[in-house]
């Protein structure tokens, strides 16, 4: 492989990362944990940490890909999905319970802490990373002649899916910044609308063979 074309797939690398981003399933988790702010910066944050676990997750699988040539079966994706699905489906059902049961907040403590504020996305993130349609992008790294080469390219997306999940988490938590100010009860039912939309594609993955996705 040429530099040229080497840095032509480092380039694609990032535009499919964020693209990546825009899975359904990830914008319907991101949504529950955003729809618990009121703060963009917070959001942003959230989306940020998301990509961080979500960028572990594929360097982990891309040694045990490429430099240990282990492989990632059919069987193991399929459990991996059927963990993202339950993990929607628990999400959405916590949202929807602390929302009817009055006690869903917006997280606006000043001390609160970064680390506190990211675990939650982070795991998140991980499991996603460890689920299905990245293993497409396993592929394209491992056809990369160097080791060191698709590893580069698994950070390179990794660096996308974060940049692209930090601009969607800020532009989802603006409808709940703004109704959080002016309009409790909208806030409210935009943030039951997230949860049974993460709820419903959560089951979507656990009762469907290949869920939502393509790779």
């Known amino acids: 492989m040429?530099?040229?074309s080497f840095y032509?797939?480092?380039?694609?690398?990032?535009?499919l990362g964020l693209r990546h981003a825009l899975d359904a399933d990830h914008v319907a988790a991101v949504s529950t944990?955003?729809?618990q702010h009121r703060s963009l910066a917070r959001s942003c944050l959230l989306g940020t940490f998301w990509g961080l676990g979500h960028t572990l997750a594929l360097?982990?699988?891309g040694v045990a890909t490429?430099?240990?040539?282990?492989s990632i079966s059919a069987e193991l994706e399929r459990i991996l999905e059927k963990g993202v699905g339950c993990m929607l489906v628990l999400l959405g059902a916590h949202v929807l319970l602390r929302s009817f049961s009055g006690r869903l907040h917006t997280h606006q403590h000043a001390h609160a802490?970064?680390?506190?504020?990211?675990g939650?996305?982070?795991?998140i993130g991980l499991v996603h990373g460890m689920a299905g349609s990245a293993a497409l992008m396993l592929v394209v790294a491992a056809a990369i002649p160097s080791a060191l080469g698709g590893l580069l390219y698994i950070l390179i997306f990794g660096a996308g899916a974060t940049a692209g999940m930090l601009v969607l988490s800020g532009l989802?938590?603006?409808?709940?910044?703004?109704t959080a100010n002016h309009s409790p009860r909208a806030l409210v039912f935009i943030q039951v609308v997230a949860a049974v939309v993460s709820g419903v594609l959560g089951l979507t993955l656990l009762w469907t063979p290949h869920g939502l996705r393509t790779a």
């Open 172 to 178: 989802i938590g603006l409808p709940f910044a703004v």
């Open 33 to 35: 944990l955003v729809s």
């Open 59 to 61: 360097l982990v699988a």
């Open 120 to 123: 939650r996305p982070f795991v």
């Open 66 to 70: 490429i430099a240990l040539r282990l």
């Open 2 to 4: 040429t530099d040229t």
């Open 113 to 118: 802490r970064i680390l506190g504020l990211g």
């Open 8 to 15: 032509a797939a480092l380039g694609l690398g990032f535009l």
